[in-house]
C-alpha cells in the first residue's frame, strides 16, 4: 500500500491532467448533444416528412453504430476530407453525436407524450407556435426527459474511455501510461474506476437534485 501511495504522489499531476481532460470532454459532449437532440427532437416531431427524413436517418445511424466506430471515424474521416481535428476535438464531436441521438429520441417521445390540446389551448389564447413551444411544450418535455438525460450523461462519461484508442490523454490513456511505467496493474486501474465512479454519482446526485427542483416549479 505504501509503494502504491508513494507512486500515486509521484503521478498526480498527469493523472490529475487526465482526469480535467475527461471532464472537459464530456461538458462539452453533453452540452453539443444536448443542443443537438433538442433541434432533432423537435423536428422529429413538428417537422415535415421531407425535414424528419434526414434527422431520422441520422438518429437510426448514430444509435446504431458502435461507439468506438464512431469515434475512430470522427478522427479519421475529416482528415481525408481534408479537415484538420485534434484527438480531444474528434473525440468531443463523436461523444456528441452520439448523445445528439439518443437525447433526440428523448426528447421526442417526451414531446409526444404531452396531450395535444396543450397546443390549442396554447393557440386559442393567442400564443404562436414558438412560444407554446418555449413556454408550454419544452418546460415539460424536459421534467420527463430529465432522468434518462442523466443516464445518457453517464454513458457519455464512460465512453470517454474510449479515446485512449485515438490517443487522447484522458483519465484511462494516463493511467495505462502510470501503468506501463510502475506495473501496478491492478491498484491503479482501481483507482480509475473510482474516480469514474465519483463523477457519475456527482452528476447522478445533481441531477436529481435539479428533477426535484423542476417538480417543485412545474
Not at 15 to 22: K, N
Not at 140 to 146: D, E, F, K
Not at 157 to 166: A, N, T, V
Amino acid at each position: 500500500m505504501d509503494a502504491f501511495l508513494a507512486q500515486l504522489w509521484i503521478a498526480r499531476w498527469p493523472l490529475f491532467d487526465g482526469f480535467l481532460m475527461t471532464i472537459g470532454i464530456s461538458v462539452g459532449a453533453i452540452v453539443f448533444g444536448t443542443i443537438l437532440g433538442c433541434i432533432v427532437g423537435i423536428q422529429l416531431v413538428f417537422g415535415s416528412f421531407l425535414v424528419k427524413l434526414p434527422f431520422r436517418l441520422y438518429v437510426d445511424v448514430m444509435r446504431g453504430t458502435p461507439l468506438l466506430v464512431l469515434i475512430l471515424a470522427a478522427f479519421y474521416i475529416p482528415a481525408v476530407m481534408g479537415l484538420s481535428l485534434s484527438a480531444s476535438q474528434a473525440g468531443t464531436l463523436a461523444l456528441g453525436l452520439f448523445a445528439g441521438a439518443h437525447i433526440g429520441e428523448l426528447v421526442r417521445g417526451s414531446l409526444q407524450a404531452i396531450p395535444p390540446g396543450q397546443i390549442e389551448a396554447g393557440r386559442a389564447i393567442g400564443l404562436r407556435f414558438p412560444q407554446i413551444l418555449a413556454n408550454v411544450l419544452l418546460p415539460q418535455a424536459l421534467r420527463s426527459a430529465l432522468p434518462p438525460w442523466i443516464n445518457t450523461g453517464v454513458e457519455l462519461i464512460k465512453g470517454s474511455s474510449l479515446l485512449s484508442m485515438i490517443g487522447v490523454g484522458e483519465l484511462l490513456l494516463k493511467t495505462q501510461e502510470v501503468i506501463g511505467r510502475t506495473f501496478m496493474t491492478i491498484e491503479f486501474y482501481v483507482f480509475a474506476g473510482i474516480l469514474y465512479l465519483i463523477v457519475n454519482i456527482t452528476l447522478d446526485v445533481l441531477g436529481k437534485s435539479l428533477e426535484r427542483r423542476l417538480g417543485a416549479r412545474l
